[in-house]
């Protein structure tokens, strides 16, 4: 199982970036996908998460409004959409999978994450 976050930068107040996540080694279409981020000397905190058909989402109260998370599961790909983006938005952003193997065994799996930075 590997996910791979890519899409982050720099970026000025206002402005929006377009995150996705490449997985590779599960049935993409079975599980739901977060993203979380973590800025420096902060705990990661859940940002969105979509539901495994893509019907269901969650959203951080931070984050309402301006985010959107989607997928494709044709492509094994989900993408976090930001708009609007404030300098505290600035972290590392991550993107997980809770996976349960054929013996019932529940892992969470992390990207590398992709670092955004919001600054004028």
């Known amino acids: 199982v590997q996910l791979q976050a890519s899409g982050g930068g720099l970026v000025q107040p206002g402005g929006s970036l377009r995150l996705s996540c490449a997985t590779y080694?599960?049935?993409?279409?079975?599980?739901?996908i977060a993203w979380f981020r973590q800025a420096p000397g902060k705990e990661r905190e859940g940002v969105a998460c979509i539901g495994s058909s893509g019907e269901r989402t969650y959203y951080a109260d931070a984050v309402k409004g301006r985010f959107t998370v989607s997928r494709n599961n044709a492509k094994n790909t989900a993408h976090l959409q930001m708009n609007n983006l404030k300098p505290e938005d600035t972290a590392k952003y991550y993107c997980k999978v809770k996976h349960r193997d054929l013996l019932g065994i529940v892992t969470d799996y992390w990207g590398r994450g992709t670092q955004v930075t919001v600054s004028s």
């Open positions: 080694g599960f049935i993409f279409d079975d599980y739901a």
